[in-house]
């Protein structure tokens, strides 16, 4: 059993093997919280969790004859605005009177085997005997509205899901001004706010900051999650490691503008929120209509951030990511973009493949400039039609000509996106996103399509997939280079203008609903200007996502480290390309650019014809090992074991869930002069009673040594040990593979 209820008492426990979420009805006919941490044994009674008897002296209290009772002193599961709180809401709502006064009170439960999905929004997915699925009714008994609450808790997992839906059975609109979906009150502030922040090329990287009162928070306003800020927000004890203490995380499952934020009130009170962007946001509620707000993941830790990221890792590979895609492989990949940006054609696209291709590679991919008249960054985006200049036979004689050497053919689109110089802005000008009082913004000589209407995905629909039908596409990869301004649609009219952005991210996940249900067997993988919109709600349609457009080896380090906090590192897209690279002019080895772009989906962006024979027989050997190791990298728990961030190293390893075998990559990033004689590396997840042996090697090394002691790197060069040196320079790396011994 997953889910306790004290009808009696109206108390709610929510628990599994590792975690315990308790809250009840107040006295008042609200929700209050009393516990969410490490799993506790079921009680007849957890009202003691709770304090409602300290008056206090400023406060407004709820009940004329209970002045210790008041909202603003206690932990509260979905607070309102208007009564005796003044901490920022879970939910505010415009009635018809002006009045933005509500008030839910509880009016019942049910209980759900499995989970079910939100209308409309990707969500993660469970069947009967994986989850429960708990759904707490509110009622404003006075405006005749529903408020219901969705938990649900997973048989295996540290994290529990939740969100909001409103429904209106009164008589009137109403206009929602703010509806999170979670809103949880937590009874001290002694955290480290971590979060994944960053900009174009060097996104998600981590940063930390101490509760302190008041509001913390990140956001973006963008239209999409954006570069700058990742819809994640984690709370870390400050002695938690990567390995050990307590740490809690929020994650939403959303692609478009969000808040998430932290506010330490005059009692030290945490109360988390996550939600759509209040900013920008109205939604009229007509009567006979619902509301389902996103989904967000939060998840609980006693064993460290590594315990976070395990959970979450195991959580979205089996009830995020399409079933279809949970256990197969990713294939190796060439991008010819960097190799020939828009300068190419059909017989120089299939000398690039055929190299491939005797190097290993599995699925070719022609980027940007195969339609319209795309020969720069200037035109032709909306004119979904291939350039016969370019490509005289069409993309599908292309792909025909690709797969009859046995590789794979993908396709790139930027399907929200629209040319001023384009054959289709011409046809409609008015699907483009612009106030009709004031001149565009430019960016990326591109504009934004209007997904708040339905033709304009139709059309989209309709276009890429005669393309999948046609070439017979194995792979899209979606682009989505800029942000939306001028955040208007004629088709809304002037009083629904609020619906906007929800509306556009809405037209973006049918457009994806549509083509992925309909060609399950293509694998899509998400982009927006590298990782502009590297999120769960991407997630569920794309089970992998090109993290940045940023390929230096060394830099990748802080993006792949950032990026693993949340995302199944299958789900990373990480590839090779050409040096000097092309977003840092950065020069490193073939074998350092190989071993961070492993932990990942593997692939290359450069054109394998331009390499000498020892670089392609270092490349095929760099193939043969990914492809003998990527079960484990796509099944295998992750571990951070150095931060880049914090050192002039980085590291990293997979464990299988066996403990049988294990994946190292270890880097350093610039030479040290005169180096400690003695350098080990402390690795994690390993069976401490076993003996392992690495890379093959003769010798085994136990597994608690290896944990305690660590493993021996090989030896550096001190300035005058070059006959015993191993290693020596700046960008130095090293991949081990170890086996257990019996296993």
């Known amino acids: 059993m997953l889910i306790f209820i004290n009808e009696e008492l109206n108390q709610f426990h929510l628990t599994n093997k590792t975690v315990s979420y308790i809250f009840h009805v107040m006295k008042n006919g609200e929700l209050g919280q009393l516990y969410y941490g490490k799993r506790l044994e079921n009680q007849a009674d957890f009202s003691h969790f709770g304090a409602y008897h300290i008056p206090t002296a400023a406060s407004c209290h709820v009940e004329k004859d209970d002045p210790a009772f008041s909202l ?128 174009w090329s060097r996104e998600r990287h981590v940063k930390e900051r101490k509760l302190q009162t008041g509001i913390q928070s990140i956001s973006s306003i963008r239209g999409a999650s954006s570069h700058q800020h990742n819809p994640f927000l984690a709370l870390k004890r400050p002695h938690t490691t990567e390995n050990n203490g307590e740490a809690y995380s929020f994650h939403f499952v959303y692609s478009g503008n969000f808040l998430a934020q932290a506010e330490v009130d005059h009692y030290n009170t945490a109360r988390i929120q996550i939600g759509i962007h209040p900013f920008q946001f109205n939604w009229r509620l007509n009567p006979g209509e619902a509301f389902h707000a996103p989904e967000v993941v939060m998840t609980y830790s006693d064993l460290g951030l590594n315990g976070l990221t395990q959970s979450l890792h195991t959580l979205y590979r089996e009830h995020l990511i399409a079933p279809v895609w949970q256990k197969r492989q990713r294939p190796v990949v060439i991008n010819n973009w960097e190799a020939t940006y828009f300068d190419f054609n059909a017989e120089k696209i299939l000398v690039i493949a055929r190299q ?21 960054d200037t035109t032709s985006l909306g004119d979904w039609f291939t350039d016969p200049d370019k490509l005289p036979g069409g993309i599908e004689a292309l792909s025909r000509a690709i797969q009859n050497e046995g590789m794979q053919f993908g396709l790139w689109f930027e399907p929200e996106m629209i040319s001023e110089e384009s054959d289709l802005y011409e046809k409609h000008p008015d699907w483009v996103i612009y106030d009709p009082e004031r001149p565009p913004s430019y960016g990326r000589n591109q504009w934004v399509l209007d997904y708040t209407r339905e ?289």
């Open 455 to 743: 033709e304009v995905v139709d059309y989209l629909y309709e276009r890429i997939s005669s393309f999948i039908r046609s070439a017979k596409l194995n792979y899209i990869k979606w682009d989505m280079n800029r942000n939306i301004t001028e955040a208007y649609s004629a088709s809304l009219g002037q009083d629904r203008q609020g619906e906007f952005f929800h509306r556009y991210i809405l037209g973006v996940y049918d457009l994806y609903e549509r083509l992925t249900s309909k060609y399950p067997e293509v694998l899509f993988e998400s982009c927006a200007g590298g990782g502009g919109r590297f999120d769960a709600g991407m997630l569920y349609y794309a089970p992998q996502a090109w993290a940045s457009d940023d390929t230096d080896a060394v830099e990748r380090l802080k993006i792949q480290y950032g990026s693993s906090f949340v995302y199944p590192i299958y789900s990373i897209g990480s590839h090779v390309s050409d040096i000097p690279n092309h977003q840092t002019l950065r020069s490193t080895s073939l074998k350092a650019r190989g071993d961070a772009a492993y932990f990942g989906t593997f692939g290359y962006e450069l054109d394998p014809n331009k390499m000498t024979d020892e670089e392609k027989a270092e490349v095929k050997a760099q193939i043969v090992t990914y492809k003998l190791h990527r079960t484990l990298i796509r099944h295998g728990d992750f571990y951070r074991l150095i931060s880049p961030f914090e050192s002039n190293e980085a590291a990293w390893m997979v464990v299988s869930k066996n403990r049988a075998e294990a994946l190292i990559g270890w880097y350093k990033i610039l030479a040290t002069p005169n180096p400690k004689k003695i350098q080990t590396l402390k690795l994690a997840g390993l069976d401490s009673v076993s003996t392992y042996q690495v890379n093959g090697s003769d010798q085994a090394f136990g597994g608690d040594e290896l944990m305690q002691r660590g493993l021996a790197l090989p030896v550096e060069y001190n300035g005058v040990n070059q006959h015993q040196a191993e290693r020596g320079g700046d960008f130095q790396s090293y991949v081990f593979y170890l086996t257990k011994n019996g296993g």
């Open 72 to 199: 603003e002193t206690v932990c509260q599961e979905y607070p309102v605005y208007g009564t005796t709180d003044f901490r920022e809401p879970a939910i505010s709502l415009r009635h018809p009177s002006g009045s933005s006064v509500s008030k839910f009170e509880y009016a019942g439960y049910e209980v759900l085997d499995g989970k079910e999905r939100i209308p409309g929004l990707p969500s993660t997915f469970a069947n009967a005997g994986e989850a429960s699925t708990l759904v707490i009714t509110l009622i404003d008994n006075l405006r005749d509205i529903k408020l219901k609450l969705y938990y649900t808790i997973f048989e295996n997992s540290s994290s529990i899901t939740r969100h909001a839906s409103l429904e209106n059975d009164g008589e009137h609109p109403i206009d929602i001004e703010r509806l999170m979906s979670l809103s949880l009150d937590l009874n001290d502030h002694d955290f480290m706010m971590v979060h994944l922040a960053g900009a």
């Open 356 to 376: 491939a291709k005797e190097l290993g590679v599995e699925l070719f991919v022609l980027d940007d400039g195969w339609f319209g008249k795309r020969n720069d």
